[in-house]
């Protein structure tokens, strides 16, 4: 069986002070967590192991990541940032490549005004170097950036990229007309066709409304599924953002309940197999 993997998670110190995005009163968000709070869900679902990803935009927590990812069994990769603003960066990236546990990077694109700044002059040795250095990308944005990512994507054919969070859908507005949908499934159907990007099915329960239902999620979790097949896509709990609509529980509920049409090699792709060999976890 195909061990069960987490391929999107968090964990923060909000007191380190670099968590720029997270407002200070945020009653869920703006609070320690560690992996003894993960510790409970992951044993639950029979979870091996995860993927930390980067919640700031510092190389301080990158370093913090990996400190904790070597103080936990659980922790299989790390996902960190560099500045693709500053060349000299180069030396943070090859030094964090000799870490063990540490597989890529993942500029925050979504909180960037300048919706074609990945495709600057500057910030293109950034990609350069993630090749160079066999490490993966973390594509993280809105509908927005679909063009731009597969400009960009196009450009570095041999980058190992996966989508976080499928591109943002705003399944809130879906009921505002077929334009919500049909934009981005345009877009994510032109990456998946013409790209080798991965998909993580993560953080759509943050793009749908309070209350949201299995029918909510369904066409927007159908169509990544139907683009880019089971051996592309990788389940993630986006933990503890996912919180701000559902509990872990209830999201893992959620996404075995989509993918329950498929078979069981399927599902293992989706819930461990893409992940594993994507960032190429040792478990």
């Known amino acids: 069986?195909?061990?069960?993997?987490?391929?999107?998670?968090?964990?923060?110190?909000v007191s380190r002070g670099d968590y720029d995005w997270m407002s200070p009163d945020d009653p869920i968000l703006a609070r320690r967590y560690m992996p003894v709070d993960l510790a409970p869900s992951l044993e639950k679902h029979g979870i091996a192991r995860t993927v930390l990803v980067q919640a700031a935009a510092s190389v301080e927590?990158?370093?913090?990541?990996?400190?904790?990812?070597?103080?936990?069994?659980?922790?299989?990769?790390v996902v960190g940032?560099?500045?693709?603003?500053?060349?000299?960066?180069?030396?943070?990236?090859?030094?964090?490549?000799?870490?063990?546990k540490f597989v890529g990077v993942r500029p925050m694109i979504q909180d960037i005004p300048d919706v074609d700044w990945m495709l600057?002059?500057?910030?293109?040795?950034?990609?350069?170097?993630?090749?160079?250095?066999?490490?993966?990308?973390?594509?993280?944005?809105?509908p927005p950036h679909l063009e731009?990512?597969?400009?960009?994507?196009t450009r570095y054919p041999?980058?190992?990229?996966?989508?976080?969070?499928?591109?943002?859908?705003?399944i809130r507005d879906?009921?505002?007309?077929?334009?919500?949908?049909?934009?981005?499934?345009?877009?994510?159907?032109?990456?998946?066709?013409?790209?080798?990007?991965?998909?993580?099915?993560?953080?759509?329960?943050?793009?749908?409304?309070?209350?949201?239902?299995?029918?909510?999620?369904?066409?927007?979790?159908?169509?990544?599924?139907?683009a880019f097949g089971p051996e592309r896509v990788m389940w993630g709990s986006d933990w503890p953002v996912c919180q701000l609509r559902a509990s872990y529980d209830d999201w893992r509920a959620a996404a075995e309940a989509l993918m329950a049409p498929l078979n069981e090699q399927e599902r293992g792709e989706i819930f461990g197999g893409t992940a594993i060999r994507f960032y190429r976890l040792e478990v």
């Not at 731009?148 to 994507?153: G, I, K, Q, S, V």
Request: aromatic content about 10%.
């Open 1 to 13: 069986m195909t061990p069960k993997i987490d391929a999107h998670q968090h964990y923060w110190e």
């Open 61 to 77: 927590e990158t370093e913090y990541m990996l400190g904790l990812a070597d103080a936990s069994e659980t922790v299989a990769a």
């Open 81 to 100: 940032w560099v500045d693709f603003e500053t060349p000299d960066h180069l030396r943070h990236l090859e030094r964090l490549a000799r870490h063990p």
């Open 120 to 142: 600057r002059d500057e910030v293109q040795w950034g990609y350069k170097a993630v090749i160079d250095l066999d490490l993966t990308f973390d594509a993280l944005g809105f």
């Open 148 to 153: 731009n990512f597969l400009t960009l994507l």
């Open 158 to 170: 041999d980058m190992r990229v996966v989508i976080d969070h499928s591109m943002k859908p705003r």
């Open 174 to 226: 879906h009921a505002k007309g077929p334009e919500v949908f049909g934009q981005w499934a345009e877009g994510m159907s032109r990456l998946a066709e013409r790209t080798r990007a991965c998909c993580k099915l993560s953080g759509l329960v943050t793009e749908a409304a309070e209350g949201w239902t299995l029918d909510d999620l369904r066409p927007y979790a159908g169509h990544v599924l139907a």
